[in-house]
């Protein structure tokens, strides 16, 4: 285990779909050794001080892009915003300046959309939300799409759709912290987990 805990950042924009982020956020947000000692602190990096999400739940970042803290793991979510705005030349610039300095950056559903169009995926594996699929292919051939919930490509991990973002927390708590970490939060969560 980690002897102070890691700094997990989540990407927010306007249209975000709130599960995508709210999920992984309440994982990886709660996750804690025997003690209840957290695993990891969570924050929030949005385009603006407030976002409104795609069901028009309202947001408050806790930083902007240009004062984002060092992270040792950038999740960046999905949703109309992402589909729609996968070029957006703001997000793009944030995420190849993380890319250079973050150990991880990992996407839920369509926020693979981002990490493809800045180039992380070229010549790899990702995953997105499966009605996304077509879409994805078309715009980015280079990239081969795979049907799973988890694609880890090392400095690069993709989850599917919606609520796979759950399922990406606990594979980080269980890659970082052990099985007995990720069994302890399944246990938390009281969910269908495994």
Same mark, same amino acid.
């Given at each position: 285990?980690?002897?102070?805990?890691?700094?997990?950042?989540?990407? +927010?924009?306007?249209?975000?779909?709130?599960?995508?982020?709210?999920?992984?956020?309440?994982?990886?947000?709660?996750?804690?050794?025997?003690?209840?000692?957290? /695993? $990891? !602190? &969570?924050?929030? %990096? =949005?385009?603006?001080?407030?976002?409104?999400?795609?069901?028009?739940?309202?947001?408050?970042?806790?930083? +902007?892009?240009?004062?984002?803290?060092?992270?040792?793991?950038?999740? &960046?979510?999905?949703?109309?915003?992402?589909?729609?705005? /996968?070029?957006?030349?703001?997000?793009?610039?944030?995420?190849? !300046?993380? #890319?250079?300095?973050?150990?991880? *950056?990992?996407? &839920? $559903?369509?926020?693979?959309?981002?990490?493809?169009?800045? =180039?992380?995926?070229?010549?790899?594996?990702?995953?997105? #939300?499966?009605?996304?699929?077509?879409?994805?292919?078309?715009?980015?051939?280079?990239?081969? +799409?795979?049907? !799973?919930? *988890? &694609?880890?490509?090392?400095? %690069? %991990?993709?989850?599917?759709?919606?609520?796979?973002?759950?399922?990406?927390? +606990?594979?980080?708590?269980? !890659?970082?912290?052990?099985?007995?970490?990720?069994?302890?939060?399944?246990?938390?969560?009281?969910?269908?987990?495994?």
């Amino acid at each position: 285990m980690n002897e102070s805990p890691n700094m997990i950042g989540f990407l +927010l924009f306007p249209e975000v779909e709130e599960l995508d982020f709210v999920g992984p956020y309440e994982v990886l947000g709660n996750a804690s050794d025997e003690e209840g000692k957290p /695993y $990891c !602190q &969570v924050t929030t %990096v =949005g385009t603006d001080r407030e976002i409104t999400c795609r069901r028009c739940l309202r947001v408050i970042s806790d930083h +902007l892009l240009e004062n984002a803290p060092d992270m040792d793991l950038l999740i &960046v979510p999905g949703g109309p915003g992402a589909r729609k705005n /996968y070029d957006d030349e703001e997000i793009v610039t944030f995420l190849r !300046q993380q #890319h250079k300095q973050t150990p991880v *950056i990992a996407s &839920v $559903c369509t926020g693979a959309f981002y990490l493809a169009y800045s =180039g992380f995926l070229d010549g790899g594996r990702a995953t997105t #939300h499966p009605s996304q699929f077509d879409s994805f292919r078309k715009l980015f051939p280079k990239i081969e +799409l795979m049907e !799973q919930k *988890i &694609v880890d490509e090392g400095a %690069v %991990v993709t989850a599917g759709g919606v609520s796979s973002g759950i399922d990406l927390g +606990l594979y980080f708590i269980e !890659q970082w912290f052990g099985s007995e970490a990720r069994a302890r939060e399944i246990k938390r969560l009281d969910g269908p987990w495994k």
